[in-house]
């Protein structure tokens, strides 16, 4: 079966909008998953929850999801993002707040699991940004394979024989000795420096593996976030993909 795996959209219309093009233009794509974090930061919250639920076939949940609608503590949240996650609570809806509030933390599928963040206690956030952060989670995988989101930086953990290295390729096939923990990069807000919006494309009958980067309107995601008072830094950092 051939994936699409998203995440990390944080309301951000413009890119989600290319994103869900080129998805749709891909014929052989059969499932969309998309690891969560919809909405914070950007100015489009309802409209990016509207477009995911019409692409997606499974949607889990994102710390700022369940930020939005009061089912995580956003005391821990940097200055910026406490005050995107108030601001999305005002405008969304009961409708959108419900659905939020109802999503699930992880989902399996063939030989894959899929989290926003860590398959060990995914109800903490932990972000997996190193091999060495990765020690827990390939050691209660039960399956091959696991997508994770959060830190919006693509990038796949491979490990063999319990030696475990970090890949930046655009493009693999993922070895059968291997187990892997693959973040696809965020649609949203990409912070690997490259502003573009980045999720996979995953071929789980060949294995194989492919990063899609995509350019879209930053100058109109931007304007958005000024306009509705949101932190100039958010508008900013989307130009530099940091």
């Known amino acids: 079966m051939i994936y699409a795996i998203i995440s990390d959209i944080h309301g951000n219309l413009e890119s989600l909008l290319k994103v869900a093009e080129k998805i749709k233009s891909h ?63 005002e405008v969304l809806d009961y409708r959108e707040i419900n ?13 894959m699991d899929f989290v926003h963040s860590s398959l060990y206690r995914p109800e903490e956030w932990r972000y997996l940004l190193s091999a060495s952060d990765t020690h827990i ?12 989101g959060h830190s919006h930086t693509p990038l796949v953990f491979e490990n063999k024989g319990g030696k475990v290295k970090t890949i930046t390729k655009e493009e693999m096939n993922l070895q059968p000795e291997g187990k892997y923990i693959i973040n696809p990069g965020s649609v949203g807000q990409p912070r690997d420096g490259d502003p573009r919006a980045s999720f996979v494309i ?27 008072n949101l932190p100039e830094i958010l508008a900013e950092r989307l130009s530099y993909g940091m």
Request: charged share 30%; proline share 3%.
């Open 27 to 89: 014929k052989e794509i059969e499932k969309v998953i998309c690891l969560g974090d919809i909405v914070g930061y950007g100015a489009d919250p309802e409209k990016c929850i509207q477009i995911t639920k019409e692409i997606s076939d499974v949607i889990l949940a994102g710390n700022h999801d369940f930020a939005a609608c009061g089912m995580t503590n956003i005391e821990v949240f940097n200055p910026f993002a406490k005050q995107a996650v108030l601001w999305t609570r």
């Open 99 to 111: 659905f939020l509030k109802n999503l699930p933390l992880k989902t399996s599928m063939e030989n």
């Open 202 to 228: 995953f071929d789980s009958k060949k294995n194989h593996l492919q990063r899609i980067r995509l350019e879209y309107d930053i100058l109109e995601a931007q304007r958005k976030i000024r306009e509705a």
């Open 137 to 148: 989670d390939f050691q209660i995988m039960e399956k091959d394979i696991l997508f994770i």
